[in-house]
Nanobody, 125 residues
Framework: VQLQASGGGLVQPGGSLRLSCEVS????????IGWFRQAPGKEREGISC?????????YYRESVKGRFTVSRDIAKNTVYLQMNNLRPEDTAVYYC??????????????????WGQGTQVTVSS
């Protein structure tokens, strides 16, 4: 089981980035993908999650709702996080993760069993 997060970078406030999470060793049809972030000195927090393909529901933390959109391409084994109208407080290392024991999402990092390596997002002028 592997997850590879990419797409981070430096962007000005109000800008956009699209993060990708390419997965292997398991199917997006049966496992949820969560997006988490961790800013310096802060705990890792869940910001978005998409259920397995059988359900397809997506969830967003209030702080990113309306700005971030999660989607997936089953054929490419990839989940995306489109981030628009980025703010300085969005600066963090972003991770994708999965929990192969369930079809459904969770906000708790401890519920996720496999993690990608993280990609840095910096929002600054």
């Amino acid at each position: 089981v592997q997850l590879q997060a990419s797409g981070g970078g430096l962007v000005q406030p109000g800008g956009s980035l699209r993060l990708s999470c390419e997965v292997s060793g398991f199917s997006l049809d049966y496992s949820p993908i969560g997006w988490f972030r961790q800013a310096p000195g802060k705990e890792r927090e869940g910001i978005s999650c998409i259920n397995s393909n059988a359900d397809g529901n997506a969830y967003y933390r209030e702080s990113v709702k309306g700005r971030f959109t999660v989607s997936r391409d089953i054929a490419k084994n990839t989940v995306y996080l489109q981030m628009n109208n980025l703010r300085p407080e969005d600066t963090a290392v972003y991770y994708c993760a999965t929990d192969r024991r369930t079809f459904l999402c969770s906000w708790s990092p401890s519920d996720f069993t496999s993690w990608g390596q993280g990609t840095q997002v910096t929002v600054s002028s």
